[in-house]
C-alpha cells in the first residue's frame, strides 16, 4: 500500500484525479448496490416509529444476535442465548488478541471487507465485515445526512483525512474532484494559514450542498454557507462547534460511530444527540462507560464491546418526531494537534498505527517545534518502519520523529489516556485564524 501511496503522489494532479475517480467507480457499486436503497427504506421507516416500537424490535435483534453468534461464533460458544447481561465485558485488547475467534463460521473470511483501525488508545485492531454491513453502513451515514437537509448523492465535501493530496505539496490544489459521489475531497493536511484561502475558493467553485470532516480541520475553515456541517470521527469541542457555525453559518449536526460499528449517535435539527437502536443496543454504566452490542455485523459480531467514550443519557422526548432515546453528551476522544515547523496543524495521527503490528499502546510527544516522539508499548513484531513512513506521509519531511520504548504509558491525573501531548507553549499552539 505504501507503495502504491509514492506511485501515487508522484503523479501529476490530472492523473491523482483520475486515480480518485476510478477508485471511487469501483467503490461506488460496494456502497450503492445490492441492498442499499432497500436499507436506506428501511432506516427512514423506523425514524417514524414509536419508542415502544424500537425498543422492542431491538429487544428482538439482540436475542437473535445471540441465538446466532453461540453457534456459529468461537469465542461466543457456551454463552446464554438468552441473558446479555450474563455476557463478560469485551476490550479492543481482548478481540486484537485473537481476532479470529470473533469470526462467524458462516463467511469466508476471504470474501469479507476489512476496516483497520487503532482508535484513541493505538492498539490496532481489523474488523470484517460482509459488504451488506457496508451498504448498511452507508445508508445509515445517508440517513443522517438527509437529517441536515441534504439527501442521498447530495453535492459534497470532505475535510476528513483522505490522503489524496501529496503531503509536501506547497500550493493548490489541495483536493480532488470525484464525480462518481459528487464530492470534493480536501486534505486535512494543509490547513497552514497561508492555505486556507485556497479551501475557501474550493467551496465557493464547487459549491456543495454539504461539507463533511473532522471538528479538528472544519474549525479552520469557512467562508462559504453550505446548508449543513457534518461533524464526525472525534469529539466535537464547544469551541469548535461555536467557529464551525459562525464562519460557515449553518448548523452543525454532530455523527458519533466507532470503527468497530457498534454504536451510532446522531445529532439531529432540534441539536438533540440520538441513540440509534436500529445500529447497536447501547448499555451505559455508572461512570458513563459506553457497552455496545453491534446489530448489522453477523461477520463479526461483538457482543457488550467496551469502545473507550464515555456517555451520559438523556430523558425525555425530542421535538424533531423522532423516537430514538436521547444522550445529553459524549465524552472522551479528545484529539489534540500536532504543530508542523511548516505551521501546519495536524490531527488525528492515530491512523499511523492503523496497519502497525505489535503494538499494545502509543503515544505522541510534541516536544519541540521541529521533534516528536512516538511512545510505544511494544510486542512482538513490531516494526518501526510503516508507522515512520505513515508519520512522513502527515507531517512531512520538516520535523525530527523519533521512538521512544516504554513498558506502560502514563495516564492522567483524572485517568485518561491522552493520545496526544503537546509540550508547545501557548504561542506555539495559537490556532490561525480566517
Ligand atoms: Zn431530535
Same mark, same amino acid.
Given at each position: 500500500?505504501?507503495?502504491?501511496?509514492? $506511485?501515487?503522489?508522484?503523479?501529476?494532479v490530472w492523473?491523482?484525479?483520475?486515480?480518485?475517480?476510478?477508485?471511487?467507480?469501483?467503490?461506488?457499486?460496494?456502497?450503492?448496490?445490492?441492498?442499499?436503497?432497500?436499507f436506506?427504506a428501511?432506516?427512514?421507516?423506523?425514524?417514524?416509529?414509536s419508542?415502544?416500537?424500537?425498543?422492542?424490535?431491538q429487544? *428482538?435483534?439482540?436475542?437473535?444476535l445471540?441465538?446466532?453468534?453461540t453457534?456459529h461464533?468461537?469465542?461466543?460458544?457456551g454463552?446464554?442465548?438468552?441473558?446479555?447481561?450474563?455476557?463478560?465485558?469485551?476490550?479492543?485488547?481482548?478481540?486484537?488478541?485473537?481476532p479470529?475467534? +470473533?469470526?462467524?463460521?458462516?463467511?469466508?473470511?476471504?470474501?469479507?471487507?476489512?476496516?483497520?483501525?487503532? /482508535?484513541?488508545?493505538?492498539?490496532?485492531?481489523?474488523?470484517?465485515?460482509?459488504?451488506?454491513?457496508h451498504?448498511?453502513?452507508m445508508?445509515?451515514r445517508?440517513r443522517?445526512?438527509?437529517?441536515?437537509g441534504?439527501?442521498?448523492?447530495?453535492r459534497?465535501?470532505?475535510?476528513?483525512?483522505?490522503p489524496?493530496?501529496?503531503?509536501?505539496?506547497?500550493?493548490?490544489?489541495?483536493?480532488?474532484w470525484?464525480?462518481?459521489?459528487?464530492?470534493?475531497?480536501?486534505s486535512?493536511?494543509?490547513?497552514?494559514a497561508?492555505?486556507?484561502?485556497?479551501?475557501?475558493?474550493?467551496? @465557493?467553485?464547487?459549491?456543495?450542498?454539504?461539507?463533511h470532516?473532522?471538528?479538528?480541520?472544519?474549525?479552520?475553515?469557512?467562508?462559504? @454557507?453550505?446548508?449543513?456541517?457534518?461533524?464526525?470521527?472525534?469529539?466535537?469541542?464547544?469551541?469548535?462547534?461555536?467557529?464551525?457555525?459562525?464562519?460557515?453559518?449553518?448548523?452543525v449536526?454532530?455523527?458519533?460511530g466507532?470503527s468497530?460499528?457498534?454504536?451510532? $449517535?446522531?445529532?439531529?435539527?432540534?441539536?438533540?444527540?440520538?441513540?440509534?437502536?436500529?445500529?447497536?443496543?447501547?448499555?451505559?454504566?455508572?461512570?458513563g462507560?459506553?457497552?455496545?452490542?453491534?446489530?448489522?455485523?453477523?461477520?463479526?459480531?461483538?457482543i457488550?464491546?467496551?469502545?473507550?467514550?464515555?456517555?451520559?443519557?438523556?430523558?425525555?422526548?425530542?421535538?424533531?418526531?423522532?423516537?430514538?432515546?436521547? $444522550?445529553?453528551?459524549?465524552?472522551?476522544? $479528545?484529539?489534540?494537534?500536532?504543530?508542523?515547523?511548516?505551521?501546519?496543524?495536524? /490531527?488525528?495521527?492515530d491512523?499511523?498505527?492503523?496497519?502497525?503490528?505489535?503494538?499494545?499502546?502509543?503515544?505522541?510527544?510534541?516536544?519541540?517545534l521541529?521533534?516528536?516522539?512516538?511512545?510505544?508499548?511494544?510486542e512482538?513484531g513490531?516494526?518501526?518502519?510503516?508507522?515512520?513512513?505513515?508519520?512522513?506521509?502527515?507531517?512531512?519531511?520538516s520535523?525530527?520523529?523519533? +521512538?521512544?520504548?516504554?513498558?506502560?504509558?502514563?495516564?492522567?491525573?483524572a485517568?485518561?489516556?491522552?493520545?496526544?501531548?503537546?509540550q508547545?507553549?501557548?504561542?506555539?499552539? *495559537?490556532?490561525?485564524?480566517?
Amino acid at each position: 500500500m505504501k507503495q502504491t501511496k509514492d $506511485i501515487y503522489d508522484a503523479l501529476p494532479v490530472w492523473t491523482q484525479t483520475l486515480a480518485v475517480n476510478v477508485a471511487s467507480a469501483r467503490g461506488y457499486r460496494q456502497k450503492y448496490g445490492g441492498a442499499f436503497r432497500r436499507f436506506l427504506a428501511q432506516l427512514e421507516a423506523n425514524e417514524k416509529k414509536s419508542r415502544d416500537q424500537l425498543l422492542a424490535e431491538q429487544q *428482538e435483534a439482540v436475542r437473535r444476535l445471540l441465538r446466532y453468534t453461540t453457534v456459529h461464533v468461537p469465542a461466543c460458544r457456551g454463552r446464554s442465548p438468552e441473558n446479555l447481561a450474563e455476557w463478560p465485558v469485551l476490550d479492543k485488547v481482548a478481540v486484537a488478541a485473537e481476532p479470529g475467534k +470473533f469470526l462467524s463460521d458462516e463467511f469466508d473470511p476471504r470474501r469479507l471487507m476489512e476496516l483497520r483501525t487503532s /482508535g484513541t488508545t493505538g492498539t490496532p485492531l481489523a474488523v470484517r465485515f460482509p459488504v451488506e454491513t457496508h451498504q448498511m453502513e452507508m445508508a445509515f451515514r445517508w440517513r443522517h445526512k438527509a437529517w441536515g437537509g441534504t439527501p442521498f448523492l447530495s453535492r459534497s465535501a470532505y475535510v476528513a483525512g483522505h490522503p489524496v493530496v501529496p503531503p509536501d505539496q506547497q500550493r493548490p490544489p489541495f483536493w480532488r474532484w470525484d464525480r462518481f459521489e459528487q464530492r470534493l475531497l480536501c486534505s486535512s493536511y494543509h490547513l497552514a494559514a497561508d492555505n486556507l484561502p485556497a479551501y475557501q475558493a474550493a467551496f @465557493q467553485r464547487y459549491r456543495p450542498d454539504f461539507i463533511h470532516g473532522y471538528p479538528s480541520s472544519l474549525f479552520l475553515l469557512g467562508g462559504y @454557507q453550505p446548508k449543513a456541517v457534518f461533524t464526525a470521527s472525534e469529539t466535537l469541542l464547544d469551541f469548535q462547534r461555536a467557529a464551525i457555525e459562525r464562519n460557515f453559518g449553518v448548523k452543525v449536526f454532530n455523527w458519533y460511530g466507532n470503527s468497530e460499528l457498534t454504536c451510532n $449517535i446522531v445529532e439531529c435539527a432540534a441539536g438533540n444527540l440520538h441513540y440509534r437502536t436500529d445500529y447497536g443496543m447501547l448499555e451505559l454504566l455508572a461512570d458513563g462507560t459506553m457497552i455496545c452490542t453491534g446489530l448489522n455485523n453477523p461477520a463479526m459480531p461483538l457482543i457488550r464491546y467496551r469502545v473507550g467514550d464515555r456517555a451520559v443519557a438523556k430523558a425525555g422526548d425530542c421535538p424533531c418526531g423522532c423516537a430514538f432515546p436521547l $444522550i445529553e453528551r459524549i465524552e472522551g476522544r $479528545i484529539e489534540d494537534y500536532v504543530r508542523t515547523p511548516d505551521g501546519r496543524f495536524v /490531527g488525528r495521527l492515530d491512523h499511523l498505527f492503523k496497519d502497525a503490528r505489535g503494538v499494545r499502546e502509543a503515544q505522541l510527544v510534541q516536544t519541540r517545534l521541529d521533534e516528536i516522539v512516538i511512545r510505544v508499548v511494544k510486542e512482538n513484531g513490531f516494526d518501526e518502519a510503516p508507522v515512520l513512513a505513515e508519520a512522513r506521509q502527515r507531517l512531512g519531511n520538516s520535523i525530527a520523529i523519533r +521512538f521512544e520504548y516504554v513498558d506502560a504509558i502514563k495516564r492522567t491525573a483524572a485517568g485518561k489516556f491522552r493520545f496526544i501531548v503537546s509540550q508547545l507553549t501557548r504561542e506555539q499552539l *495559537e490556532l490561525p485564524r480566517l
